[in-house]
């Protein structure tokens, strides 16, 4: 009877390798698309923000790249385990690992939002944009919006994950019966969803409420006007924190309440978060900052 069973337990461990094998060359082949995409863009970004940190947007794209950069690091270590499904690092490093993505997530879209925030004043204001003219106020309003960040995507988000992880399993990444466990967890990845795509809307809807302003000023020759130029740049970023962040958390909603049969779609979504690192494309034409 042990060998039966010990059949029945190596078939269903086989069937269920194959079942997320497909699942496996995703996400290899996504994030290893971040990781080279998004080096390349802040490497030469970096090459053309030599100074002026004194508007909120270059400092804001500043930070981004440091987000980014710090954020690839641990990448290799995501690529690796989906390759051979096997995590022989320690569960902290797992969950600090994970803690990543999540954090890099909600500052990146902090930073979006304060980016196109500040743009579409400028635009509404027709006036220059606003300026730090002490490198003080530069560090403090970089570090609170960090500290934002930090707070939401590692203590409150993913760190308490992870208590239900039998750490002789191996794997990594695969907190989901902790939302199951945890009402508190449940409701704060409700809440955090809602606020991301309440968010995204709100600045839809700036976004098109511009657009339609300059449409109806200028009629047939929009598309020839500095101004439909400087909104295009402005459809960029909106474009990046739709494609990139709205999916995955219109996802949670239904994930939340489902999540042990729908972890593989729920890192799938996660992992096109990381696409986000190539909004350094965006600034890579000369005075692109300014505009």
């Not at 400092?59 to 710090?70: D, E, G, K, M, P």
């Not at 569960?91 to 600090?96: A, D, I, L, T």
């Not at 490198?135 to 590692?154: D, M, Q, T, Y």
Request: hydrophobic residues 45%.
């Amino acid at each position: 009877m042990k060998e039966v069973f010990g059949v029945m337990n190596s078939t269903n461990n086989s069937t269920k390798a194959l079942s997320e094998e497909p699942y496996r060359i995703t996400l290899v082949t996504i994030y290893t698309i971040a990781l080279l995409g998004g080096s390349v863009g802040i490497c030469l970004l970096f090459s053309v923000l030599k100074s002026n940190l004194q508007t909120i947007t270059t400092i804001a794209v500043t930070n981004l790249l440091v987000v980014h950069s710090i954020f690839l690091l641990t990448v290799p270590f995501r690529i690796y385990y989906y390759v051979t499904n096997i995590w022989n690092l320690h569960q902290g490093f797992c969950k600090m690992v994970s803690g990543m993505i999540h954090g890099h997530m909600y500052i990146a879209f902090l930073f979006y939002t304060i980016i196109l925030g500040i743009r579409y004043h400028t635009f509404c204001s027709m006036g220059d944009e606003v300026q730090f003219y002490r490198k003080l106020h530069v560090v403090l309003a970089s570090l609170i919006v960090w500290a934002l960040g930090l707070l939401i995507g590692f203590p409150v988000i993913d760190l308490m994950y992870g208590s239900n992880t039998n750490s002789a399993e191996k794997k990594c990444f695969n907190f989901g019966k902790e939302l199951q466990a945890s009402t508190a967890a449940a409701v704060l990845n409700y809440l955090g969803s809602v606020v991301i795509i309440a968010t995204i809307f709100a600045l839809t809807c700036c976004q098109g409420q511009i657009l339609w302003r300059i449409f109806r000023q200028y009629g047939a020759d929009t598309h020839t006007r500095q101004e439909f130029g400087v909104q295009k740049k402005n459809l960029c970023f909106l474009l990046v924190m739709i494609l990139c962040f709205l999916p995955y958390h219109l996802f949670r909603f239904y994930y939340i309440s489902h999540s042990a049969d729908f972890e593989n779609e729920n890192e799938v979504l996660l992992a096109f978060t990381a696409l986000s690192c190539f909004d350094s494309l965006i600034f890579l034409e000369r005075n692109s900052l300014c505009a």
